[in-house]
């Protein structure tokens, strides 16, 4: 088990206090690990097991307790001789009908410090979500990045240098159960499907009540094969008529939501960067974790530039930006990104293989009056950086501390 350094001293300043931790995430991004070295760490710092409470609500077991009453009712029975503040952990909450009223409540009657996790995005929206409002502080829990799996990955092959690393990450992707696997490829491969169609089943079709499960199918397909791509919901209804089957935009965007707000997609707006307004049609969709689309639809490599583009737009989340595509005219960059006021451009490519490809990526930079950094990021092993724009190889841009 790896530490998750990154997610631990951002979640650290909450910790002990009276917010309440939200933990959200695509299905087995690692949440439940995040619960256990939270606790590991409160132990460390002199708190006891016996002042910790943790239910997981996909366990069986704990179906007893899937109604805020019947929880509520067992928390208070079991803390009633505990001294001193109580840790409580919750794992995967949704599964009980009307948390929010519950774990209100706990916040009010009891000294507690209260984590929860979540693999749907709609867990702190809705009606019940006003008993909570203001009282949580959100963490988006994302797969494997590419130092976390060089860091997993040597425990296993521990001669590995780092382009074998990322030849293995770009197959395999980041999701953590795959270490223990030993990154076996069939093994993994036949994990990764099971997940791809448990998030679509749990997640996406029973969570949101949808018939048409082979249209969502479609949909999640067209989707997954064309990440990276800039295409509306009207575009992909004239797609699907094409093939046989008719479905309105509406339907399609109410799907795509359903998607995204199990994590399995992230939408990305797109901007225009000389009249600074947000564009309304043809938004870019990512996959929550490359390795998937590996494992259901195998053409990774085939795509290769699109993937490099995933990894580094997942990058980015997990660092705290926000994203945007930004639209120059006809040009049109992959990622204008924020946080704190500061900003960065990015262009990602496979390889700078033509004068035309390199004129491509670094001359789309050109309208940009501003002085924030500028990067072009492909898998060259030369440094091909040029007037004030910096060239990367995806690698060593991935284990970077800081890009400045």
Same mark, same amino acid.
């Given at each position: ?7 631990? +001293? ?16 695509? %299905? ?9 070295? &939270?606790? *590991? ?14 239910? !997981?609500? $996909? ?32 794992? *995967? #909450? ?8 519950? #774990? ?33 502080? @959100? ?10 799996? &060089? ?10 240098? *780092?382009? $074998?690393?990322? %030849? ?17 490829? @069939? ?38 094969? !064309? ?8 575009? #992909? ?5 094409? *093939? ?9 965007? !109410? ?44 053409? !990774? ?13 997942? +990058? ?29 451009? &990015? ?46 190889? &995806? ?10």
């Amino acid at each position: 088990m790896i530490k998750r350094e990154s997610y631990m +001293e951002r979640i650290r300043p909450f910790m002990g206090n009276e917010l309440i931790k939200v933990l959200t995430g695509i %299905r087995r991004s690692g949440k439940s690990v995040m619960l256990e070295l &939270i606790q *590991e760490e409160l132990m460390e710092n002199g708190v006891e097991k016996e002042n910790m409470i943790s239910i !997981n609500f $996909e366990n069986m077991a704990n179906a007893g307790f899937c109604t805020a009453k019947s929880l509520h009712d067992e928390i208070l029975r079991r803390i009633n001789k505990t001294e001193g503040k109580i840790y409580l952990f919750f794992d *995967e #909450i949704q599964e009980v009908e009307e948390w929010e009223k519950c #774990i209100n409540s706990f916040r009010v009657e009891i000294d507690c410090d209260i984590y929860i996790t979540g693999s749907n995005a709609k867990l702190l929206s809705g009606e019940l979500a006003t008993y909570l409002a203001g009282r949580y502080v @959100e963490f988006i829990i994302y797969p494997f990045s590419f130092k976390e799996f &060089i860091d997993l990955y040597h425990t296993i092959e521990p001669g590995s240098d *780092e382009r $074998e690393c990322f %030849r293995k990450y770009l197959f395999a992707g980041g999701m953590p159960y795959l270490s223990n696997l030993h990154y076996d490829e @069939e093994a993994g491969r036949q994990y990764l499907r099971d997940l791809f169609y448990s998030v679509e089943l749990k997640d996406v079709v029973q969570r949101n009540n949808i018939r048409d499960v082979d249209m969502l199918e479609r949909i999640i397909a067209y989707v997954t094969l !064309n990440v990276g791509t800039t295409f509306s919901a009207t575009s #992909i209804s004239k797609y699907l008529k094409n *093939e046989g089957r008719k479905v309105s935009p509406e339907t399609v965007l !109410n799907y795509l939501k359903a998607c995204v707000d199990a994590f399995l997609f992230y939408q990305v707006r797109r901007r225009d960067l000389q009249g600074k307004k947000i564009l309304t049609v043809n938004e870019k969709y990512y996959v929550a974790d490359h390795g998937i689309r590996e494992a259901v639809f195998g053409v !990774n490599m085939k795509d290769i530039n699109l993937i490099l583009e995933n990894i580094v737009f997942l +990058e980015l989340l997990r660092r705290g930006y926000s994203v945007t595509v930004g639209k120059m005219g006809d040009k049109e960059i992959d990622f204008v990104c924020e946080k704190q006021g500061n900003r960065l451009y &990015i262009q990602v490519a496979y390889l700078l293989a033509s004068d035309e490809t390199i004129q491509r990526e670094f001359e789309v930079y050109a309208g940009i009056p501003d002085n924030f950094p500028k990067y072009v990021v492909t898998m060259d092993e030369f440094d091909m950086s040029r007037n004030g724009i910096k060239h990367r190889n &995806i690698r060593d841009f991935l284990l970077e501390e800081k890009w400045e």
